[in-house]
């Protein structure tokens, strides 16, 4: 799951987020890898003829733009969403691929959850209230994987609020 709920005692947790990536730095190397290979087959056909000039910089403009492509989505994807949650407060940081880093802070007496099942931004929508903000959790998530961290959440959030 690409997230992870550490409870560290009954009252203290924390949560990393971030977001779930098919393709690892092998897998990367392996479809440039065999992207050129497949690119190269032809060329082998006109190897030594003038054609094969023709074709090379066609063949080499798309495995460019392949690596350009897998490369930026790579980098996009690198979003990590930290929180932390105690009886002394909710703290939550996500830092942004390209951006600054947002921060925000509340007290679990005061913090609330809610999801919003149909009609939000995304199917399953989750909010995290308190400190006089409201803030999304979880963007990149799946439906469900949003529904499970909500229910987990909940849960704490109402530990929390009881404990003493």
Do not use: C
């Amino acid at each position: 799951m690409p997230y992870t709920l550490t409870y560290h005692t009954p009252t203290e947790a924390s949560l990393s987020a971030r977001p779930y990536n098919a393709l690892n730095p092998r897998g990367f190397a392996m479809t440039i890898g065999m992207t050129a290979a497949t690119l190269a087959l032809p060329l082998i056909a006109v190897l030594g003829s003038p054609v094969m000039w023709g074709l090379l910089p066609f063949a080499g403009l798309a495995l460019w733009g392949l690596w350009f492509g897998l490369d930026r989505n790579w980098r996009d994807r690198q979003i990590l969403e930290e929180m932390t949650l105690s009886r002394q407060g909710l703290s939550l940081v996500r830092k942004n691929p390209r951006g600054p880093q947002q921060e925000w802070q509340a007290d679990p007496h005061w913090a609330t959850i809610r999801m919003i099942p149909k009609g939000g931004p995304v199917e399953n929508y989750l909010i995290l209230g308190g400190g006089g903000r409201e803030v999304e959790l979880g963007a990149f998530l799946t439906p469900d994987e949003r529904d499970s961290l909500h229910e987990a959440l909940a849960a704490l959030l109402i530990r929390l609020k009881s404990y003493a």
